[in-house]
């Protein structure tokens, strides 16, 4: 999952996983504030798993999108092989 051969696919990834583990630091601690507030009311608990569901759906978006342009990149490669060339000098694309 995180050896990436396209560096936009590494970066989306590692940016999903932070979403993720941000999203369960800050659903703990507004948890146990919530649950400061309402004492044993039993509405406490709707505010961290209102951020753990949003920073898990959020984050598996970034990690999914990753996973498409990985998926492109390699589709690409195996279709687009890139000639090894002589010299230094830039090659036209339509070469």
């Given at each position: 999952?995180?050896?990436?051969?396209?560096?936009?696919?590494?970066?989306?990834?590692?940016?999903?996983?932070?979403?993720?583990?941000?999203?369960?630091?800050?659903?703990?601690?507004?948890?146990?504030?919530?649950?400061?507030?309402?004492?044993?009311?039993?509405?406490?608990?709707?505010?961290?798993?209102?951020?753990?569901?949003?920073?898990?759906i959020f984050g598996?978006?970034?990690?999914?999108?990753?996973?498409?342009?990985?998926?492109?990149?390699?589709?690409n490669a195996r279709?687009?092989?890139?000639?090894?060339?002589?010299?230094?000098?830039?090659?036209?694309?339509?070469?």
């Amino acid at each position: 999952m995180f050896n990436r051969k396209n560096i936009i696919a590494g970066i989306l990834t590692w940016i999903g996983v932070g979403v993720i583990v941000l999203g369960g630091i800050f659903g703990l601690m507004l948890g146990v504030t919530a649950m400061n507030i309402y004492g044993s009311v039993g509405l406490w608990w709707l505010t961290p798993l209102g951020y753990w569901v949003s920073g898990f759906i959020f984050g598996m978006l970034f990690i999914g999108l990753a996973e498409v342009i990985e998926q492109l990149h390699k589709l690409n490669a195996r279709n687009n092989p890139i000639k090894p060339t002589d010299s230094d000098d830039f090659v036209l694309l339509n070469d």
